[in-house]
């Protein structure tokens, strides 16, 4: 950890206890600032107020007294907080800095930063990027918006790993100095309008990632979303991924992933479905090479990467079957996202809580289901759906029955897909736990030695 001596003796309010407050606070006391830590919630009994108290930080619950201000504070805020908060608003009146703790993990971290932003994608690509690392003698420690706090992981990374950190635009919003060795923006769309008001503050937010890269970093961007960058005052080295044609950077060509004329590896042999995971798979590909992951190990990760837990996740194959647990689609709208993932005949395991709608919606989306295995609430449903587009249909008890009794007519290559379409509660106390009873029944289909 780098020796940050610039809040010492400083006046610092951390606003919003929460897992990133707590840690924040820890470090600023650390760092020698004269700390308080300030929560709407009442923190009487909360465990960690207690611990701050006890290391002599003040702890102030159950409202947010404009009082704290009166010493002008440096304030670090959690992201989740809006600007339009009274003890907010009143700190941007007086003038006063306004931090996210992700700043503080620049500033105290020795290892050099992969920073990921985006829409959609950027946790994936953060995972992606970890598991490159994992699978070489490199350390690359995630952290962040991700769900490890990263002013804490940066306290324990040295300058020979690397901090990958995935940031959201809460978090960057309240940057200064960050600055990540390597910057990815995976894509821009509309999105939190409800708290950043405008589109364009949303980009803005978003592009503070890069804005103080210089000559020797890099940033990575979407090639079909050039435009939000090329007319900007960017320092750092930039590359592009591109699904669709040959950039400077990386890019799919003749069916392989392929960067400065190398051919790394074919789509086919990737365990992550679906076309937008290709851009995903390209930025993560783009930054691990950057940051010197050994190609055998990024090749490694990409044919064995699992991806989030439940959400589309590779879970393993039988012989030529992949299996996929996409136990977090508990509506339409996901599961077609998931059907439109594959290109090979697919196992759909698919039924769940009856909330009263129809499924006609996934007709389109159907063309490569070769079986419907349907189980729960909507059972007669799915049948009736399957039947009507002359797919093959089994009814189950439940996801464990579907496994069971898809054995049977299994062929080659097929691909097995649980997304339900439905939430879980029917038959499972939650969608994790109908998740890990398919792992578990999958499992229970392998072959022992």
């Not at 009166?70 to 003038?95: R, S």
């Not at 086919?268 to 679906?274: C, I, T």
């Not at 990409?302 to 689609?329: C, M, P, V, W």
Request: charged share 20%; glycine share 8%; net charge negative.
């Amino acid at each position: 950890m780098l020796k940050y001596t610039g809040l010492e003796d400083k006046d610092v309010l951390v606003i919003g206890l929460a897992k990133s407050g707590y840690e924040a606070a820890k470090l600023l006391n650390k760092l020698g600032a004269r700390v308080v830590v300030n929560d709407g919630k009442d923190l009487t009994q909360d465990s960690h107020a207690k611990d701050l108290e006890n290391i002599g930080i003040k702890v102030v619950g159950g409202e947010h007294p404009l009082t704290l201000l009166d010493n002008d504070p440096i304030i670090v805020k959690n992201p989740g907080i809006p600007y339009t908060a009274p003890i907010l608003e009143a700190a941007v009146a007086k003038g006063l800095t306004i931090l996210t703790e992700v700043e503080l993990s620049y500033l105290v971290s020795e290892a050099p930063i992969i920073g990921v932003t985006g829409t959609n994608g950027k946790t994936t690509v953060t995972s992606l990027i970890g598991d490159m690392f994992q699978k070489s003698r490199l350390v690359g420690r995630i952290s962040g918006n991700i769900g490890y706090v990263a002013s804490k992981v940066a306290q324990e990374v040295t300058a020979q790993d690397y901090l990958v950190t995935e940031l959201s635009s809460f978090q960057l919003l309240g940057t200064e100095q960050y600055k990540p060795h390597i910057a990815i923006i995976t894509n821009i769309y509309s999105a939190h309008l409800d708290y950043h008001e405008t589109l364009e503050n949303y980009q803005n937010a978003k592009k503070q990632i890069y804005k103080n890269q210089d000559e020797n970093d890099y940033l990575i961007c979407n090639y079909q979303q050039r435009h939000l960058i090329e007319s900007e005052n960017v320092k750092a080295r930039t590359f592009y991924f591109s699904t669709q044609q040959e950039v400077e950077g990386i890019y799919i060509k003749d069916g392989y992933i392929v960067f400065k004329g190398f051919r790394i590896i074919h789509t086919d042999d990737l365990v992550l479905p679906g076309e937008h995971n290709l851009e995903n798979i390209l930025a993560a590909v783009l930054a691990a090479l950057l940051a010197g992951v050994p190609v055998n190990a990024i090749i490694d990760s990409l044919t064995t990467f699992s991806g989030i837990e439940h959400r589309l996740q590779y879970i393993g194959s039988n012989k030529t079957n992949k299996y996929y647990n996409d136990s977090k689609a508990t509506n339409t709208l996901a599961t077609q996202f998931a059907l439109n993932s594959f290109k090979q005949p697919i196992i759909w395991l698919c039924g769940g809580l009856d909330r009263g709608n129809g499924f006609d919606e996934l007709i389109p989306y159907m063309n490569n289901v070769r079986v419907m295995a349907t189980f729960g609430e909507t059972q007669d449903k799915f049948v009736k759906l399957g039947e009507s587009q002359g797919k093959y249909v089994v009814k189950a008890i439940d996801v464990e029955d579907a496994v069971n009794k898809i054995q049977d007519i299994i062929e080659p290559n097929d691909v097995v897909l649980l997304s339900p379409a439905c939430a879980s509660w029917d038959q499972y106390n939650t969608f994790e736990e109908r998740g890990n009873k398919f792992i578990n029944s999958f499992k229970a289909q392998l072959p022992s030695f």
